[in-house]
C-alpha cells in the first residue's frame, strides 16, 4: 500500500488479546491470551506490526471495548432489546458481575478516533487505545439510560449455565461464553496514551447517553426533556 498509493492501514481492533488481569487494560499490557479468540487477535496484531516494520504497509490499530451509541443495535449488552425493555421499565439481562469497573466505548468515539489515527503522522506503527468515556460500572451505566428515561434500573445477572445452554440453539451466543471470564473481573481500559498524544478525550457520559436514547427511542427521546440530542457526537479537543 506505501509504495504504490501512500495510503494508510488503520484497523479497528478489540481488546481480546491481553492477558487477563485486574489493572487497568494498557497498549504494553502483555499480549498473553487464555482464549482462542484472543489467539486470533494478538496474531493479526503481530503480524500487522510485521508488516509495518518490514516497509509493506504503514499501519496503526485502535482498540475499543464493548460498545454502546447510535446504530449498536447488536452491541452484547446495550443492544436494542435492553433500551426496549428498559423504556417499558422492565429487568434487563447483564453478564458477570454489573458491580465491576468495566470500560465501554461510544461508537462515535471510535469512528472519529480511527480518524484521527489515519490522519496524524505519530500514529503510525503502534496500537492506541480509543477515548473511552468514564462509566465506571456496567450498573452505573444502565442506571444513567434509567435516569435519563424516567425508569427504574432493574437489573438480572444472565448465569452462565443458561448461556451455554442457549448457546448449544444460538451459535452467536455459544461464541460469547469463551469471553464471559471478561466480565467476571474489572475490564478498565486506559486511554490516557491516545488523549495526551492528540489532545482528544472521549465524548461526556451524559452526551452519550442522550444521543444514544435519542437514535434507539426517538419518540421518547424527544418527549423527554433530559435527552439532549443537539450536543456534538465526536471526541472534543483539548
Known sequence: LRGAVGARLVVLDNLYMYEPTDKALREDTPMNPTTHK??????????????????????????????????????????????????????????????????????????????????????????????VPDSGTTRALIENFAAALLRPAKLRVVPAWMLRVIGVFAPPIGAFIEMLPQWQRPFVVDDSRFRHTFGVDATPLGVAVAQTLADVLPERGSRNASVDTTAPAAPRAR
Not at 500487522?48 to 471495548?65: E, K, M, Q, Y
Not at 469512528?111 to 490522519?119: D, M, T
Open 38 to 131: 484472543g489467539e486470533l487477535r494478538a496474531r493479526v496484531r503481530r503480524a500487522l506490526f510485521d508488516a509495518h516494520a518490514r516497509g509493506d504497509v504503514v499501519a496503526t490499530s485502535g482498540h475499543a471495548s464493548d460498545y454502546f451509541g447510535p446504530g449498536a443495535t447488536s452491541a452484547a449488552v446495550f443492544g436494542a432489546r435492553f433500551f426496549a425493555r428498559l423504556a417499558r421499565g422492565q429487568s434487563v439481562e447483564v453478564f458477570g458481575d454489573p458491580d465491576l469497573p468495566r470500560s465501554y466505548s461510544f461508537m462515535p468515539d471510535v469512528a472519529a478516533g480511527l480518524a484521527v489515527l489515519g490522519s496524524r503522522p505519530e500514529a503510525a506503527g503502534q496500537a492506541w487505545h480509543l477515548p
